[in-house]
C-alpha cells in the first residue's frame, strides 16, 4: 500500500519554498585531500593558545572544554586560511570596541538539533565564539548573533532563502553544510556565490564539520551512521578507528566527497576553511581520542566537539596567517565598506553561476499564496512556529498556489523557474502530482517522496520550470500542486 504524501517533515522540518528567478543549471565538482596529521592536546600548560587566547579563559568561558585542540591540531584544522582582507576588517572592528554581527547558516548542526530547534543553546559553536568575542573584545550590550541553521536542510534549500536567515548586513558568516550537501556540490557553490557577492563584502568562514565513518557488526558496511545504540565500543575498537580515511590519493569515496568537494570551492574562491577532520583525524586513528568522546553520532558533534569548532574559528580569526596585507587602518572603517571584488568564474562553467534573483516564501508566509485547499492544513505538527509546512493525509487532497508572474515586456517572456521543497523520507511519505493552470504553464511533475536508500528524512527540492501562458501576460498565474 503506497504511503500517503506529506508536504511536511514527521520530524518537524516542515516547510515548502517558492521561487521564481531565471534557469538555474547544475555543476559537478571535484575534491582534494589534505595531509592527516594532528594530535590529541594533553591539557598543556597555561600557555597553550587559540588565536593568541589563553586556554584557561576558554575553558571558563565554555562548557565542555575540559580537552582543548593543541597547536598543531589548530593548524592542522585550518584546511585553507584563505584570503584575509574580509576578516582583517571584522579584526579591526574589534580592536576599535566596534560591535560585530555575526551570522551563522547550516543543517541540524548550526541549529542545534535534528529534531527539535535549540538556536540558543550555549553548547552550539557559534554561541561559543560569539562569548570569547565577548570576554576578549567586549563591547557594550555584546556582539550580536543571529542562528539561522535550520534542520535537515542543504544548501539546496539555502541558496534559495538564505536572505531570510541571516543579519541584513552581517560582519561575518559562517557557513556549515559538509554534511548536508547530498552530493549536489553545484547548490553550495552558487550559495556561496552569493554570499561573495553581497553589497556589504562580510567575511565568510566555511566551516566544515565531518562525518565519521563506521563498519557496521554483522555486514561490515560502512556507508550507515553510527549511533549509541550501536552494539560496539567506538572508542576502543581498532577496526573503528582504523576506517576513519581523507580518501586515497585521486579516488573519492562516498564519505568525503561532499566534504571535499567544498574545499575545492573554498580554494577555487580563496574562502577560508576550518575543519574537524583536519584538526582531529590523526588522533582518532592513532586512538589518542575517540569518537564518542566529542560526537553525538557520526554526523552530530556533541558539546566537546562543538568546543573544537569555536575553538578553530577563534583561531583563524583572530590569527591572521603570515605574509597577508596589512589590516585596514584604525580610525578609518570606511575602507573595510567597499564593494565585493570581481569573482572568479564557477569552477565548471557558467552551470555555477548564482542566480540573478529570487523570492522565497515559507512558513507563514505560505497563506497568502493560497488560492484553495482540500486537505492539506498549515501545521507545525506541535514543534514551534519555525515548522510551519502544510501537511496531507488522505489520496486526492489538492493544494492550488496563486503566484504573480512578471507583467509584460521579455521578462515576461523569459523561462521562470520554481522550487518545491518537501520533505524525503524512508517511511509515511507518498507522491505528488505537480500541475500548472492559468496564465502559466509548465510540464507535469511528479515527486516520489518515499526515499528508502538513505534511511534519513532530509529536505528536498524540485524545479519547475514556469512559462506564461499565450492568453495574456501580467495577469495572476495559478501553480496547482495536486496529491
Known amino acids: 500500500r503506497e504511503p500517503l504524501f506529506r508536504l511536511a517533515h514527521k520530524r518537524g522540518h516542515t516547510w515548502a519554498v517558492l521561487q521564481w528567478m531565471p534557469a538555474l543549471h547544475c555543476l559537478l565538482v571535484a575534491a582534494a585531500g589534505l595531509d592527516e596529521a594532528s594530535?590529541?592536546?594533553?591539557?598543556?600548560?597555561?600557555?597553550?593558545?587559540?588565536?593568541?587566547?589563553?586556554i584557561q579563559l576558554l575553558r571558563s568561558l565554555w562548557p565542555q572544554s575540559e580537552s582543548l585542540l593543541n597547536a598543531s591540531q589548530l593548524d592542522s584544522g585550518v584546511e585553507l586560511a584563505g584570503a584575509d582582507d574580509r576578516l582583517a576588517c571584522v579584526r579591526a572592528a574589534l580592536t576599535r570596541r566596534?560591535?560585530?554581527?555575526?551570522?551563522?547558516?547550516?543543517?541540524?548542526?548550526?541549529?542545534?538539533?535534528?529534531?527539535?530547534?535549540?538556536?540558543?543553546?550555549?553548547?552550539?559553536?557559534?554561541?561559543?565564539?560569539?562569548?570569547?568575542?565577548?570576554?576578549?573584545?567586549?563591547?557594550?550590550?555584546?556582539?550580536?548573533?543571529?542562528?539561522?541553521?535550520?534542520?535537515?536542510?542543504?544548501?539546496?534549500?539555502?541558496?534559495?532563502?538564505?536572505?531570510?536567515?541571516?543579519?541584513r548586513r552581517a560582519d561575518l558568516l559562517l557557513v556549515e553544510y559538509a554534511v548536508n550537501t547530498d552530493r549536489n556540490p553545484a547548490s553550495f557553490e552558487r550559495l556561496l556565490r552569493t554570499l561573495l557577492l553581497l553589497p556589504h563584502a562580510p567575511a565568510l568562514v566555511v566551516v566544515n564539520a565531518h562525518r565519521w565513518r563506521a563498519v557496521r557488526p554483522g555486514d561490515g558496511r560502512t556507508d550507515k551512521c553510527w549511533n549509541s545504540k550501536w552494539p560496539v565500543d567506538m572508542a576502543a575498537n581498532a577496526t573503528q578507528r582504523a576506517a576513519q580515511s581523507w580518501g586515497s590519493a585521486g579516488q573519492r569515496d562516498e564519505i568525503n566527497s561532499d566534504e571535499d568537494a567544498i574545499a575545492d570551492l573554498c580554494r577555487h574562491y580563496n574562502v577560508p576553511l576550518v575543519s574537524m577532520r583536519g584538526a582531529l583525524l590523526g588522533a582518532v586513528r592513532s586512538g589518542a581520542l575517540s569518537i564518542p568522546a566529542f560526537m553525538r553520532d557520526c554526523k552530530h558533534p556533541a558539546g566537546e566537539g562543538h568546543t573544537y569548532l569555536a575553538q578553530l574559528l577563534l583561531h583563524r580569526l583572530l590569527s591572521p596567517p603570515a605574509l597577508t596585507q596589512a589590516p585596514p587602518a584604525r580610525g578609518h572603517p570606511h575602507k573595510c565598506r567597499r564593494a565585493p571584488a570581481a569573482l572568479a568564474g564557477p569552477l565548471h562553467g557558467e552551470s555555477g553561476r548564482e542566480s540573478a534573483a529570487s523570492v522565497c516564501a515559507r512558513g507563514s508566509q505560505l497563506p497568502r499564496f493560497v488560492a484553495s485547499a482540500q486537505g492539506f492544513e498549515l501545521t507545525d505538527e506541535g514543534r514551534g512556529p519555525g515548522k510551519l509546512g502544510y501537511v496531507a493525509s488522505q489520496p486526492g487532497d489538492?493544494?492550488?498556489?496563486?503566484?504573480?508572474?512578471?507583467?509584460?515586456?521579455?521578462?515576461?517572456?523569459?523561462?521562470?523557474?520554481?522550487w518545491l521543497g518537501y520533505l524525503r523520507s524512508y517511511e509515511h511519505m507518498g507522491r505528488v502530482r505537480v500541475s500548472c493552470d492559468g496564465g502559466c504553464s509548465c510540464l507535469a511533475t511528479l515527486i516520489d517522496a518515499h526515499d528508502t536508500k538513505d534511511g534519513v528524512s532530509v529536505t528536498d527540492v524540485r524545479r519547475v520550470v514556469l512559462r506564461a501562458a499565450r492568453r495574456g501576460v501580467g495577469e495572476e498565474r495559478e501553480a496547482a500542486w495536486r496529491g
Open 98 to 167: 566596534t560591535p560585530v554581527s555575526i551570522g551563522a547558516i547550516g543543517g541540524s548542526i548550526t541549529a542545534g538539533s535534528n529534531y527539535a530547534v535549540r538556536s540558543g543553546a550555549t553548547h552550539l559553536y557559534h554561541h561559543k565564539l560569539l562569548a570569547a568575542l565577548d570576554a576578549i573584545h567586549p563591547v557594550r550590550n555584546g556582539h550580536s548573533l543571529s542562528n539561522g541553521g535550520v534542520p535537515g536542510t542543504g544548501p539546496t534549500y539555502m541558496e534559495h532563502c538564505v536572505h531570510d536567515h541571516m543579519p
Open 39 to 54: 594530535q590529541r592536546s594533553t591539557g598543556g600548560s597555561t600557555k597553550h593558545t587559540a588565536g593568541n587566547v589563553d
Open 398 to 418: 489538492s493544494l492550488s498556489l496563486c503566484l504573480p508572474f512578471p507583467a509584460g515586456g521579455a521578462a515576461a517572456r523569459s523561462p521562470k523557474v520554481l
